[in-house]
């Protein structure tokens, strides 16, 4: 006899509700596996968390994992970054869009399965959380204009690179100029003519009480903004001038401050490439 799943329920749900495509949220966490866990931190996350603890649920519309090896951690800034210590703590990062609209039942359904994942001991522990925050959407600036992916394809197309960026202002009153002052001029004057396509920027929210606690409760929702630069090239090979001095541009703005750049390159799914030079 198979097992009763409410199945009614789905034409109901399905009924009702936004299903549009653009990405109006994310999910973007940066990890650390513990030493000595690297090898099967991977394996769980690459053969079951991946999909059981994101993409198998609603409204995640697509999703990429991303890795910094040891020469790339070392590109990382500043040395004292709130965010990571040490700077080059967090050598995996997971991005996933989520359809506009559907934060709060994306976070009822996600919540409810890593508790279940938890108790049916499939959720591996040797690991911290370095950055996880679910996130708003609040701009995306191109640097072809209509030309080229959208924001939607940015984790299926065959992106090289990608540079995690977090900057927080001053004080909450400062993030909305921040912000106007990124989208308008900061970030078009940086990817015109670089090898970034596009970058992302989102606003993060503070996750539900009821969350697991190994994930420690987002800071900076009221200050913070997280920009994600989608490369055409290793990052490694545009480094220098494209993504050095992002945190004294912004710093120069009077506005915020950054507290850190982190590039990454995609993963190879199923595989342990790159897994033995993290260290």
């Not at 210590?85 to 991005?95: D, E, F, H, I, K």
Request: charged content about 20%.
């Amino acid at each position: 006899m198979s097992e009763d799943t409410r199945s009614e329920l789905y034409a109901e749900l399905a009924a009702v509700g936004p299903y549009g495509t653009h990405p109006g949220h994310a999910l973007i966490t940066m990890v650390e596996p513990h030493p000595g866990h690297e090898y099967a931190y991977n394996r769980w996350y690459e053969d079951d968390h991946y999909y059981a603890g994101a993409m198998a649920m609603p409204w995640i519309q697509a999703g990429r994992r991303w890795v910094a090896t040891r020469d790339l951690q070392l590109l990382r800034y500043p040395e004292k970054s709130a965010i990571a210590q040490p700077v080059t703590a967090g050598c995996y990062l997971s991005t996933y869009w989520m359809t506009a609209g559907r934060y709060d039942d994306h976070m009822r359904w996600t919540v409810a399965v890593n508790k279940r994942l938890n108790r049916d001991a499939r959720v591996y522990h040797d690991r911290t959380h370095v950055l996880t925050a679910f996130q708003n959407h609040e701009a995306t600036v191109y640097r072809d204009g209509a030309a080229g992916p959208r924001d939607v394809h940015a984790l299926d197309h065959p992106y090289a690179g990608l540079v995690l960026q977090v900057v927080e202002a001053d004080s909450p009153e400062q993030r909305a100029p921040l912000l106007q002052w990124l989208r308008t001029r900061h970030c078009r004057k940086r990817l015109a003519g670089s090898p970034a396509a596009l970058v992302t920027v989102f606003s993060p929210t503070p996750l539900p009480g009821d969350r697991m606690t190994y994930v420690k409760q987002v800071e900076g929702v009221d200050t913070r903004l997280t920009l994600l630069w989608f490369l055409q090239t290793d990052p490694r090979e545009c480094w220098d001038p494209y993504f050095t001095g992002l945190d004294a541009a912004v710093t120069e703005s009077g506005l915020g401050r950054v507290e850190l750049v982190a590039p990454f390159i995609p993963t190879v799914p199923g595989t342990d490439t790159y897994v033995d030079r993290l260290r």
